[in-house]
């Protein structure tokens, strides 16, 4: 049995700080685990020029702890009227790693998201020409389309209509939560690829439902069914550099989420590395974890894997029920249960 494990420095190809005081109380969690992560751009307002996300980064960086390495990648919110200049001359100088797909209404702070696909064709047109990847959130927000069944209808709607007619352009299919969407995935071309969250690794649709509502265990895309969390896993630990790793980490505060429309969300930052790899333990697939963590991700932004190494033991942590936040509280992704890795002091 290997009980200790060390890897390339991951990675975070996926996930939320916010703004303001929460962006500045979960930025340290976030710093203290990866070298680098994709930072959402869906604030109130939503980053959609190159000098919000410069001002956005700065802000990131100054809530980064004394003596960490962190470095955030921003992105573009992409709306039915990006400029794409704008949005060239951004990834140009260097602020913009990646534009983001968001369907209007999809999401928390996602009103302002493309309405038509169609009318960011321009858009992406650009991005394929300066090979600046493109991320979606990929959910139809029709009404009559059932919440459960919202990323497989866009896979036909939309997914297989941007991959044909851009089939250069790489696309980052995020937060992946069917079989469908992983199947889809592992048919395309070596530009498409797909970040896995650990909660849908760990949690079917059941985790909300059964014994009353669980609001810690709502987020968007929903869990899906246990076929579904199944699928996920045996991608996430096959190796397949198409698949890496991407939190999708949410941060709401416990009022906002115990509340009578409770928030989309899960804050899985404080233990991410410990809970991805618990379920790649369980897999037997120690050995392709530095992979999905640490490696293909970069390979697949075209940047450089990190020089410094992070060690995990095997070891019981418990996971406090609720950590402070903004003079309230927050409640992290496992809270109350015991995790069997840690990271190493």
Known sequence: MTDMLTIRRPDDWHLHFRDGEVMRGVVPYTARQFARAIVMPNLSPPVTTAEMAAAYRERILAAVPEGERFTP????????TTDPDDLARGASAGVFTAAKLYPANATTNSAHGVSDVAKI??????MEAEGIVLCVHGEVTDHQIDVFDREAEFIERHMRAIVRDFPKLKVVFEHITTADAAIFVMEQGENVAATI?????HINRNAMLVGGI???????PVAKRETHRLALRKAATSGNPKFFLGTDSAPHLRSAKESSCGC??????????ESYLSAFDEEGALDAFEGFASLHGSAFYGLPVNKETITLERAEVPVPESL?????EIVPWHAGQVLGWRIAS
């Open 214 to 220: 669980q609001p810690h265990n709502y987020c968007l």
């Open 73 to 80: 990648l921003m992105t573009c919110y992409l709306t039915d």
């Open 197 to 201: 969250t650990p909660q849908h690794l």
């Open 324 to 328: 402070p936040l903004v003079d309230e």
């Open 121 to 126: 064709y321009p858009v992406l047109e650009r």
């Open 264 to 273: 989309a969300g899960i804050f899985n930052a404080p233990y991410a590395l």
